[in-house]
């Protein structure tokens, strides 16, 4: 008499042809798992779009990085070189012609930068038109408190000797000049993507 165990255990093991139906047709119509995430636990694939994305988007935020530095640093060279005295208009703080005609300069060079960078980086028209919303978004944003500042604040004199962050702060922009900003950004990040793609042909 045969051990009912060893009995049990040939049964398990003998090929069941509905199992075997069952098996194949999971094996059909489930996704296979190709790439785990270890965070979340579950998987999802990464395809070449979701990858493009990301790179048009990480080359338009690092465009407009280079916008601000070469904003700050063309500033910062051209307040230590024309001085309060050049800068603004005697005894306010309003900027003088020379200043905003230097500022309308750097606004064009600082978006060519950008946009040239951030062409290099994407390689496609979607990176500098990702970084012209960027540019348009945050020059309004900037421009907002320049048109809500309360007008009937009193304006302290201006010394004749102002360190560069106290001009910054106290500064008066016009109002045109801070529409303009944006404009300017968006002109420079489409003549830099021309200048790269010139470049590369």
Not at 133 to 150: D, M, R
């Amino acid at each position: 008499m045969r051990n009912r165990w060893a009995t049990r255990r040939e049964n398990q093991l003998r090929p069941n042809p509905g199992r075997l139906r069952t098996g194949v047709l999971l094996h059909t119509f489930l996704p296979r798992r190709t790439e785990l995430n270890p965070i979340r636990m579950c998987w999802f694939p990464e395809t070449e779009e979701d990858t493009t994305m990301g790179k048009m988007i990480g080359s338009a935020i690092v465009g407009y990085i280079v916008m601000f530095v070469v904003v700050f640093l063309l500033f910062s060279a051209a307040y230590l070189a024309l001085g309060a005295s050049g800068a603004f208009q005697p005894g306010t703080w309003d900027p003088s012609g020379v200043w905003i005609l230097l500022s309308i300069a750097i606004g064009v060079v600082a978006g060519i930068a950008g946009g040239y960078v951030c062409k290099a980086i994407a390689k496609d028209a979607m990176g500098p038109k990702i970084l012209i919303g960027i540019v348009i978004v945050l020059g309004l944003l900037f421009a907002i408190p320049v048109f809500t500042s309360s007008p009937d604040v009193v304006a302290t004199a201006r010394p004749e000797t102002v360190p560069m962050f106290d001009a910054m702060s106290n500064a008066k922009q016009p109002g045109w000049v801070a529409l303009l900003n944006p404009i300017l950004g968006v002109v420079g990040v489409l003549l830099g993507a021309k200048m790269y793609k010139k470049n590369q042909a």
